[in-house]
């Protein structure tokens, strides 16, 4: 597995931004399907957002256009910028690594074996 440690949460103001790291532990980093999810309260993990080992993006409707995820292997951190902030955005962060091979559906929580302890993200108007 995979130890995960997200940072960068905080309280912002619609319409700003924040950046989301997620630093990894272990040696399969880079050949991880890394994603982020969301929880808000009183509301199921959502998927947000989806990085591939060869950097291919996947995103949520509700994001696109807005965040941004990348990945520096060197450093075995993903990333998620979050640029427009709304409010429905406030919710509880969640880094994911998908470290098994094979077919998944990569938009639910199942599809990952290890996760963060979460980082909150508020957005006030």
């Known amino acids: 597995q995979v130890q995960l440690v997200e940072s960068g949460g905080g309280l912002a103001q619609a319409g700003d931004s924040l950046r989301l790291s997620c630093a990894a532990s272990g040696r399969t980093f880079s050949s991880s399907t890394m994603g982020w999810f969301r929880q808000a309260p009183g509301k199921e993990r959502e998927f947000v957002s989806r990085i591939t080992q060869s950097g291919g993006t996947f995103y949520a409707d509700s994001v696109k256009g807005r965040f941004t995820i990348s990945r520096d292997n060197a450093k075995n951190t993903v990333y998620l910028q979050m640029n427009s902030l709304k409010l429905e955005d406030t919710a509880v962060y969640y880094c994911?690594?998908?470290?098994?091979?094979?077919?998944?559906?990569?938009?639910?929580?199942?599809?990952?074996?290890?996760w963060g302890q979460g980082t909150q993200v508020t957005v006030s108007s």
């Open positions: 994911a690594a998908r470290t098994r091979t094979g077919w998944a559906v990569y938009s639910l929580p199942q599809a990952y074996d290890s």
